[in-house]
């Protein structure tokens, strides 16, 4: 109890970013010991009842985020991106999952990590919206795909919202350059990026199509 006393108060002693890089340093390896009971606990909940399967898969992990936009994002993209044959048994998904870097209490930052960790594991994470400084941490270690490969040409956005992997790849977008989710996330230090696994690239590149080549 003592020593859990100790981390608490180093935690609340810290800067964001040294917050961040503590989790991500400290306990990603932790992190992905979680990764069978994610394994496990998505076996079950699928087989309850009558549920459609992802065609594509987007977290968002942020407090503040507008559920009742990002319910019409959804239905936006899977009008959009399924045909009616297709969202009779798969959808798009938006899952926003309560994460702040800056949190007092680091289970709950812990908590939100282990969830994006074990769906990028298993490859059934396709697109991600995070804070700037974990996602600059992720992107060191080579976490994301590039995104100059899911667009015909180059992308329609200035290149001071892009992010650049150590190839000069871009890996990721800042949020102020996707326009369709400026109305459900009120944070401006949030960057989307494609984990480098994703399973569904080939409906990850329609989505790039709707969000920036329309």
Known sequence: MREKGKVKELFLEMSTAEKAKYIWEYYRYYLFAFLLV???????????????????????????????????????????????????????????????????????????????????????????????????????????????????????????????DSKHQTTGIDISAVPLFNEAIDDSDMVMGVPVNSKKIDKTKELFNVLFMN
């Open 38 to 164: 994610v394994i496990v606990t998505v076996f079950l909940v699928n087989d309850m009842g009558e549920k459609k399967e992802p065609a594509l898969s987007i977290f968002v992990l942020g407090d503040l985020v507008d559920s009742d936009e990002i319910n019409k994002i959804a239905q936006k993209l899977n009008e959009e991106i399924l045909s009616d044959e297709e969202r009779k048994t798969h959808e798009v998904s938006i899952q926003v999952i309560p994460y702040a870097p800056d949190a007092a209490d680091f289970s709950m930052v812990m908590a939100a990590l282990q969830k994006v960790t074990g769906e990028i594991s298993t490859g059934a994470l396709d697109v991600l919206f995070i804070d700037r400084k974990q996602f600059e941490m992720m992107n060191r270690d080579q976490y994301f795909y590039s995104q100059n490969e899911l667009v015909d040409g180059s992308l329609p956005i200035d290149e001071e919202l892009l992010f650049f």
